[in-house]
């Protein structure tokens, strides 16, 4: 991915919400943009109010994308900022021919985040640092990241080819790990049901796509290697694992 842009002096603050922060600031430029981590990029494409401008934040774009790709940390991602800046800054980066190698780059890292489905018990102290109810005990490293995606894919219209690509892959029954991660999804937009707000734009789309009783079965009846469900969505909040 080819960005016309060079590493910015400074982050111009378009929308005046940083003053103060200089500090911050300059300790983001000075660094290796190799090295930079989550409150870097928390800062840089903060949603709606992000630190850099167009330019300034497309720059750092490719560095993000390879963070995020490596990000093994099971606290919550808190990356939304980052789809917002994409979407919001869409006509730039279509102008400057960067868009679909970006959607691309997202959906390659969404492939390989689901590549394995593997659950790991969560430790009393692993509990706390993450701030994870106890009732999530069991968990597939990935999956937070993975329902961020979710969240974000169906929050803005830029996404709606890499959903439409999303829904292809889950198509497909004859892979159990895929199969592990429809049930791990389908569980996760369920919490969309509990926000007390309008529904986001396609997310009803996608939740009716996860909860097809004929598509839920299907890849179900795959992780268990029976024929399905006979009736309702028996054990459906259980983590299955292929291994």
């Known amino acids: 991915m080819h960005i016309p842009y060079s590493k910015p002096a400074t982050l111009s603050d378009p929308y005046i919400d940083w ?44 560095f993000f994308l390879d963070y995020y790709a490596r990000e093994t940390e ?10 917002w800046f994409i979407d ?9 021919c960067l868009l679909e190698p970006i959607l ?5 890292i969404f492939l390989e985040r689901t590549r394995s489905f593997k659950i790991h018990r969560l430790s009393n102290d692993e509990l706390q640092k993450y701030g994870i109810c ?13 329902h961020e995606f979710l969240d974000c894919l169906t929050t803005w219209e830029v996404y709606d080819s890499v959903v439409t690509k999303l829904k ?20 996760h937009t ?10 986001v734009r396609s997310r009803q789309d996608i939740f009716d796509y996860f909860h097809r009783f004929e598509r839920f079965s299907g890849h179900y009846g795959n992780i268990i ?13 259980q983590r299955i694992s292929p291994n």
């Not at 869409?90 to 400057?96: G, K």
């Not at 691309?104 to 390659?108: D, K, L, N, V």
């Not at 292809?168 to 569980?187: L, M």
């Open 225 to 237: 290697g029976g024929s399905g469900l006979n009736s309702g969505f028996t054990q459906y909040n």
């Open 74 to 83: 099971l606290d919550a991602p808190d990356f939304e900022g980052f789809f």
């Open 190 to 199: 369920r919490l969309w049901l509990w926000v007390d707000s309008e529904p």
């Open 19 to 62: 003053e103060g922060s200089e500090a911050e600031i300059k300790k983001v430029i000075d660094t290796d943009p190799k090295e930079l981590g989550r409150n870097a990029y928390s800062m840089i494409f903060y949603q709606h109010l992000p630190a850099a401008n167009y330019e300034e934040g497309c720059f750092y774009v490719p």
């Open 168 to 187: 292809e892959y889950f198509d497909d029954t004859s892979s159990v790990i895929k199969s592990s991660w429809f049930c791990e999804c389908a569980f």
């Open 134 to 146: 106890e009732s999530y005990r069991e968990i597939v490293p990935s999956c937070r990241i993975v």
């Open 88 to 96: 919001h800054f869409r006509e730039d980066f279509e102008r400057d």
């Open 104 to 108: 691309q780059s997202i959906w390659s």
